[in-house]
């Protein structure tokens, strides 16, 4: 899903109020920095108008309320910021936001329809490699300055920008394609997760980025293995994964680049998925994966792994290799 995202610092109208309009995407997202400093002890309200429908409930936490597509949270300045994902039309309106006793924010929410923001990408990487992605951005936005931003857990961190550069993280620009490329070396675990980039804009009050969204998938590659199995005939396949008994466990094939993984979908139960049958035991860590009939297309490169976290993989490269049943029968 690529995002617009909106990076908006606030004018000041009266001493309770701050009043501002901004403009989102459908299908994308939208950042808002209120310039207001985050209260720890104050409840935070947000509710769209002039229905007043709530959306966040007076709610009080050290730095991050979520409440489905919608997030305050504090950033590294300790300023209040809104986040909005995947915008519709029927999110345009008013909202006012109360961060602190009789204090608020006033904001106009517009969207609009542009191919910008309709999809996301998807980026796998093993460990210790580079992994690389590119951003396209609008003719208007050549000479505006790029930033990069990751989504943490509680918080969504500055990775690069023109006062920001953090090891290991690269950015060019090809303004001729229009493109921002970014590149991470010898990535880590930590490494995975939602980045989000685009052009940051300054005009007078406020910065606005278009951006779009990358899920950088961290791969382990922990073994390599051969297995032999003759065509019409059956075949047993056991993945070990014992530091991970309870994780969920897959098999997929490499040259379609493991677009389509099959995994039980239940654990410690037999389950056909396609032309296979697989077995995820969470006792021993082992996924096993049956093939009832063996095809000379079942032949190939394949990925058996297991989901350590969200953004974080460990697999064991497997070999099938296929021999004609017949032939074999007459040797």
């Known amino acids: 899903m690529k995002i617009l995202l909106i990076f908006f610092t606030f004018s000041l109208i009266s001493g309770a109020v701050r009043c501002v309009s901004v403009t989102g995407y459908s299908g994308g997202s939208l ?38 597509r919608f997030t305050l ?10 986040y909005i994902r995947e915008l519709n039309q029927h999110d345009a309106g008013r909202y006012q936001i109360w961060y602190h006793s009789n204090l608020y924010i006033d904001m106009t929410l517009n969207v609009k329809e542009d191919s910008c923001c309709k999809e996301s990408k998807r980026v796998m990487v093993n460990i210790g490699e580079t992994a690389t992605f590119s951003c396209e951005y609008s003719q208007n936005h050549i000479n505006d300055p790029k930033i990069i931003f990751k989504e943490g857990k509680d918080s969504i961190e500055t990775i690069y920008s023109t006062s920001k550069k953090k090891e290991r993280f690269s950015v060019s620009d090809d303004r001729h394609n229009k493109l921002i490329t970014v590149r991470i070396t010898a990535v880590t675990p930590d490494d995975g997760g939602v980045y989000l980039c685009g052009v940051w804009i300054n005009r007078h009050s406020y910065s606005y980025s278009i951006i779009n969204t ?41 040259p379609d680049g493991c677009s389509e993984r099959k995994n039980p979908g239940v654990q410690d139960e037999w389950m056909e998925n396609g032309d296979v049958s697989l077995y995820d035991d ?24 297991v989901n350590v976290s969200h953004y974080t993989e460990s697999f064991t490269e497997l070999q099938l290799d296929i021999r004609d049943g017949l032939q074999m029968q007459r040797l």
Not at 282 to 305: H, I, S, W
Request: glycine share 8%; hydrophobic share 35%; proline share 3%.
């Open 31 to 68: 950042l808002v920095d209120s310039g207001k400093t985050w209260s720890t002890y104050s409840t935070k309200y947000m509710a769209k108008l002039p229905e007043w429908r709530t959306i966040i409930n007076y709610k009080k936490h050290d730095k991050w309320i979520n409440e489905g």
């Open 282 to 305: 969470t006792r021993a860590g082992v996924l096993m994966v049956f093939f009832r009939e063996l095809k000379a297309g079942d032949a190939g490169t394949y990925r058996c792994g």
């Open 73 to 82: 949270f504090k950033n590294n300045d300790r300023k209040l910021m809104i």
């Open 214 to 254: 990358f899920h950088l998938h961290i791969m382990a590659k922990v073994g390599v293995s051969r297995v032999t199995g003759h065509s019409g005939g059956r075949l047993l396949i056991k993945c070990e994964h014992p530091q991970h008994k309870t994780k969920p466990k897959y098999i997929c094939k490499e």
